[in-house]
């Protein structure tokens, strides 16, 4: 999100002793250019955490790892897609340098929903891996 474009509201906010060193430390993992940008990015993260629980329709990406010489995850994941089509926006598949695979897919829907087909997705047969994230509410 570009800040400079954005009419910004001031407030001012006191911390427990220690608070701001884990922020900035935070920040600095994160590498968020400021105390505001991170601050910014954790208060949309419990919006969205908020809408998600409040049912309100999410977007977010369900990722997957599996071995492609193992025919059960391919096929299962295909079946699950077709079935779920109204909230399947995309899918990507990528070969990792192991040989193994990636698949990512790209949701929407109510955030109860996209927590089942998640769920389904990760417990595929041959799945090695797997995770799910809200991205946002629509």
């Known amino acids: ?13 006191c911390l427990e002793k220690g608070l701001l060193a884990n922020l900035d430390e935070i920040s600095a993992e994160r590498g968020y250019p400021s105390r ?11 919006i969205v955490k908020k ?10 990406t369900v990722s997957m790892v599996y071995d492609p010489a193992d025919g059960r995850p391919g096929r299962g994941l ?13 899918s990507q598949t990528h070969r990792l340098r192991n040989g193994n695979t990636l ?6 829907g109510r955030p109860a ?3 089942r087909l998640a769920d389904r997705i990760r417990s595929l047969k041959g799945v090695m ?10």
């Open 1 to 13: 999100m570009n800040m400079k474009n954005t009419p910004l509201e001031r407030f001012t906010v």
């Open 103 to 108: 698949c990512t897919v790209t949701v929407s």
């Open 113 to 115: 929903e996209l927590q």
């Open 129 to 138: 891996n797997g995770s799910f994230s809200i991205i946002a509410p629509l």
């Open 78 to 90: 295909e079946n699950l897609l077709r079935s779920h089509a109204r909230n399947v926006l995309s």
């Open 51 to 60: 809408d998600w629980k409040g049912g309100r329709e999410c977007a977010g």
């Open 36 to 46: 505001s940008r991170a601050m910014a990015d954790f208060i949309r993260r419990a």
